[in-house]
C-alpha cells in the first residue's frame, strides 16, 4: 500500500524512524478488521478482496475527507453493498427489497450516509423494479479516464493509468469476430465471448467513481467538446442513449421479448414528450421555478463510471460487434446495473427461442 511507509525524523542522537499517520490508521483498521473476521463463517475470495478494498477507502477517508477518497470509498461500500444484499439478483433477475440481513443492513446504512443517491442503495432498499432504482441508474455515465482529461474534469493526465492494447493481443479477435457476423450462431457466439473475457478481465480494472454537478458536466462538454453539434440536445442524447429504448422507466418481464437494444418499428418520442428522459431533464434544465427542482438535492448529480481507456475500447469494439453482450454492457455499466440484468435477460430469451430450452440462471457473467 502506498500510504504505508515511514517518516524520517532527525534527533540529538541521530535518525530514527517513525511510522506515518496512514500507517498507523491503516494498521489499527486492520487490527480492528481481523478481529471482526476472526469468529466469522468464511468467505469467499470476492468478498474478502471487497472488504480489504472497503478497508483501504476507510483508512484514507479517515485520513482526508476529499472527494477522491469519498468517491473511492462509495464506490467500495457499493460493491461490498451488491455483492452481498444483491448476491442471487443476476440469477433471479429481481431483488423485492427491504432486506433483513445483518451484513447488508450495515453496508446499506453506512451507503445511505455517504451517498443516498446511490444506485446500490437504492436498489437493494427498495428494489431492483421500484422507479428509486430504475431512475437512479439513468444518471450514471460511462466514460473512460481520457475523457476527463480531454473534458476538464481531471487535471492530470496521471490519471489515466491506461495500460496499452498490443496488436498481438487484438489480431485473435478479427477471426471471431468474422466468424460470429457470418453464422450468427450460438456457437459463434461462445467463441466471441471466450475470446474478449480474458482480455477485458485484464484491462477493465481498476473502475472508479466520480460524482459531478449535471450543469458543470454539460458546461464542461461543451467547452472542451467539439464545437459543432455540441449542443445541450446533444449531450443529453449521449446520456438516454445508454439507456434502455422505450424502457427508461421499467424492466421488461419473462414473457416479453421485446428488449432495450432490439430494433423497433415504432416511431421514436419526441425529446420533448414527457415520458422522454431527455425531455425531463430538458424541461429541469430549462426551467426557472424553483418548483420544478428536486425537493430533497439541492443540485442533480451525474454519476461517472470510469473506466480505462483500452477497457472501454474494447467495450465499443464488443458492441459493435454484439449489440445485446451481457459481458460487454455488465462491464460497462455495472455487474448489478438495470442495464446488465436486462442484457442478460434478453440473452436468455435469446438462447431459448435459439435451442428450446432454458438458459440456467448463474451469478457469473455469461459464457453465452
Request: proline share 6%; net charge positive.
Amino acid at each position: 500500500m502506498s500510504f504505508m511507509c515511514i517518516n524520517r525524523v532527525r534527533t540529538l542522537k541521530g535518525e530514527s524512524f517513525l511510522p506515518s499517520p496512514y500507517f498507523l490508521a491503516s494498521l489499527v483498521l486492520a487490527l480492528a478488521f481481523h478481529a471482526q473476521h476472526l469468529f466469522a463463517a468464511p468467505q469467499n475470495a470476492k468478498l474478502q478482496q471487497l472488504d480489504i478494498n472497503l478497508l483501504h477507502a476507510e483508512s484514507k477517508w479517515a485520513l482526508e475527507k476529499s472527494e477522491d477518497h469519498k468517491y473511492e470509498l462509495i464506490f467500495a461500500l457499493e460493491e461490498l453493498t451488491n455483492a452481498t444484499c444483491l448476491s442471487q439478483l443476476r440469477v433471479d433477475l429481481d431483488f423485492p427489497g427491504r432486506p433483513q440481513e445483518k451484513q447488508c443492513l450495515k453496508y446499506l446504512n453506512r451507503l445511505a450516509e455517504l451517498d443516498p443517491t446511490s444506485p446500490a442503495y437504492l436498489c437493494a432498499h427498495d428494489g431492483f423494479r421500484s422507479s428509486s432504482c430504475q431512475e437512479a441508474y439513468t444518471r450514471q455515465i460511462p466514460v473512460n479516464t481520457n475523457f476527463l482529461y480531454k473534458h476538464g474534469l481531471s487535471k492530470s493526465k496521471a490519471h489515466q493509468g491506461n495500460h496499452l492494447l498490443s496488436k498481438k493481443q487484438t489480431s485473435p479477435l478479427e477471426t471471431v469476430e468474422k466468424a460470429y457476423r457470418e453464422e450468427k450462431s450460438l456457437d459463434s457466439r461462445k467463441d466471441l465471448v471466450s475470446a474478449y473475457r480474458p482480455l477485458l478481465g485484464s484491462f477493465c480494472h481498476p473502475i472508479s467513481l466520480k460524482l459531478v454537478p449535471e450543469k458543470e458536466y454539460i458546461s464542461k462538454k461543451q467547452k472542451f467538446g467539439k464545437k459543432k453539434g455540441s449542443s445541450l440536445v446533444d449531450d443529453l442524447k449521449e446520456l438516454v442513449d445508454k439507456l434502455p429504448a422505450g424502457k427508461e422507466k421499467g424492466i421488461s418481464t419473462p414473457g416479453n421479448d421485446s428488449g432495450p437494444w432490439e430494433k423497433s418499428s415504432k416511431k421514436k418520442p419526441s425529446l420533448s414528450a414527457s415520458n422522454s428522459p431527455t425531455g425531463e431533464l430538458l424541461a429541469e434544465l430549462n426551467s426557472t421555478s424553483p418548483s420544478t427542482s428536486p425537493p430533497m438535492s439541492k443540485e442533480r448529480m451525474l454519476r461517472l463510471r470510469i473506466l480505462p481507456k483500452s477497457c472501454d475500447a474494447l467495450l465499443q469494439r464488443l458492441l459493435s460487434v454484439e449489440p445485446l453482450s451481457s459481458l460487454a454492457i455488465c462491464q460497462r455499466d455495472g455487474f448489478y446495473s438495470t442495464h446488465c440484468i436486462e442484457a442478460i435477460r434478453q440473452e436468455r430469451q435469446m438462447f431459448q427461442r435459439g435451442t428450446g430450452s432454458q438458459l440456467p440462471g448463474t451469478s457469473q457473467l455469461s459464457t453465452f
